[in-house]
């Protein structure tokens, strides 16, 4: 409390969290050949290339071409966030308190999926244009993405008093990545990069950065209405939320 009238609180904080593994992280490459074969086989009467007699057979499993292979980065580090906030609080009325924050996120080592063996642009064929063209595509699981946050919070909190009590929140921020899916896709976003070799690339707005964000809520209470035994204390409440659309990615086919 900076102040001798003991109405403004200034708060901070800082902190770093981290984010363990999943399962799915470590099952990922027990999908490689030959434990799980993808294949596609036809039912179609009258001579079906699958039935009960032969569907276990090993021969109908058997891994055939050009295989793709799934990987984890080797050396893999786990995620982690630091937090950090100042906060400005005041009490500007018997019953009305006003705050304005400073909130910061960034994460380090966020984990993605990847694509290591995509063909090098140019003409002709595909598995020619690969760095390893013994295989098809490599699926890597990585943690080597980052991402940073920043908002301006403001708040008005005006406590229950002569009937009524209402919050105001607004949120100015910004958040920028190298990824915002982990793995499967989220939002706008793609899975995978558009270019593995060059991961700074694909900095840019958040799938789920929302620039501006306002939301009220209020309760009103109908003090004539007290001795009423039927709407007596009965009370009107309601929440409305705002904001800014999210951006969206412009994706076109792949090689």
Not at 30 to 50: C, E, G, H, W
Not at 123 to 141: D, L, Y
Not at 184 to 193: K, L, T
């Amino acid at each position: 409390r900076p102040f001798m009238d003991g109405k403004t609180v200034l708060r901070g904080g800082y902190g770093i969290f981290y984010s363990l593994s999943v399962g799915q992280m470590f099952t990922f490459q027990a999908q490689n050949p030959p434990r799980i074969v993808n294949d596609v086989f036809t039912a179609a009467f009258p001579s079906p290339s699958l039935t009960f007699e032969n569907a276990f057979e090993l021969g109908n499993l058997a891994p055939s071409g050009i295989v793709s292979v799934r990987a984890m980065e080797y050396n893999r580090r786990d995620p982690y966030i630091q937090q950090w906030d100042f906060t400005v609080q005041r009490q500007v009325a018997a019953n009305l308190v006003v705050e304005a924050a400073y909130v910061g996120t960034k994460g380090t080592k966020l984990p993605r999926s990847d694509i290591i063996n995509s063909p090098r642009p140019g003409a002709g064929a595909i598995q020619p244009r690969r760095p390893f063209q013994g295989f098809a595509t490599f699926f890597v699981r990585e943690a080597r993405m980052t991402s940073i946050y920043h908002a301006l919070q403001l708040k008005a909190d005006k406590r229950f008093s002569r009937s009524h009590s209402f919050l105001a929140s607004y949120t100015f921020s910004k958040s920028l990545d190298t990824g915002s899916a982990s793995f499967g896709g989220g939002g706008n976003s793609s899975d995978n990069a558009q270019d593995s070799d060059d991961i700074r690339a694909e900095r840019g707005r958040s799938a789920h950065d929302a620039r501006q964000v306002l939301t009220l809520s209020y309760i009103v209470e109908f003090p004539w209405l007290k001795r009423n035994p039927i709407v007596g204390g009965w009370q009107l409440a309601g929440i409305a939320a705002f904001r800014t659309g999210f951006s969206q990615s412009v994706m076109v086919g792949s090689d």
